[in-house]
């Protein structure tokens, strides 16, 4: 495998390894091919933690801010509302690296940050918005059902803003970042702890 940034003398450098993993962040939530602009989120419900992939939408590094999109009729708003918490997981198997982060988490339904956001959405992602049911309601017919109604971009403008009523934010203050880097000359792992966006301590860990 090629070698990575990490792979350089800088690496003993915690803060340069702290520096670097804010900048992939914010490098994937602008670019669709970045193999950290999908991540997994989790939540804890009862003895499970429920985990599923989403979009990373915005990162804002000044103040640890990590962002993406849902519905707000999604069994995850329930979850999130339930512990206040959200745990994150992204991996770049470029940089050999994964990140584990999470912290308190709010969500932005109908205020001027969701209407930002909304402003900025594909016409052609507005259409599970304005489904009439929300996610992972049982079809009454078969799978072609959903289909058509997915497929159909027959929506003006006006008609998709109806579907802003079901568009959520959900915004994660980052209180601890954890990263581990695979390497042939030993594993790598540091832990980074932040209060309201400012980092507070930063440790290397036995991998
Ligand atoms: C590649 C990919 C990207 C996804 N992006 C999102 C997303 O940005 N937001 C979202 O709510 N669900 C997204 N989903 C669907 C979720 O993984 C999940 O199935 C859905 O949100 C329902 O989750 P819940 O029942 O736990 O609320 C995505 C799925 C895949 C496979």
Redesign the pocket.
């Known amino acids: 495998m090629s070698q990575t940034i990490f792979e350089t003398s800088q690496t003993t450098d915690i803060k340069f390894v702290e520096h670097i993993c804010w900048q992939m962040l914010s490098d994937a939530a602008k670019d669709r091919k970045h193999p950290m602009h999908?991540v997994v989120i989790g939540t804890a419900a009862g003895a499970l933690a429920?985990m599923?992939?989403?979009?990373l939408r915005r990162v804002d590094i000044e103040t640890r801010k990590l962002y993406?999109?849902?519905?707000i009729r999604?069994?995850?708003i329930d979850q999130i509302r339930a512990t206040g918490q959200l745990s994150w997981l992204a991996y770049d198997p470029s940089r050999r690296s994964q990140l584990r982060l999470s912290g308190p988490t709010i969500l932005h339904h109908g205020n001027e940050l969701a209407r930002l956001h909304w402003e900025k959405t594909q016409h052609y992602s507005r259409r599970c918005y304005l489904l009439p049911d929300g996610?992972?309601q049982p079809l009454m017919h078969d799978v072609s059902e959903v289909d058509e109604r997915l497929s159909s971009f027959s929506y003006s403008k006006e008609e998709s803003e109806a579907g802003f009523d079901h568009f959520v934010v959900v915004e994660t203050q980052v209180d601890s970042m954890e990263w581990y880097y695979t390497y042939s000359r030993g594993n790598r792992r540091a832990l980074f702890s932040y209060h309201a966006g400012a980092l507070v301590s930063q440790a290397w860990l036995t991998p």
């Open positions: 999908t429920h599923r992939t989403v979009v993406f999109h849902t519905d999604s069994a995850k996610p992972s």
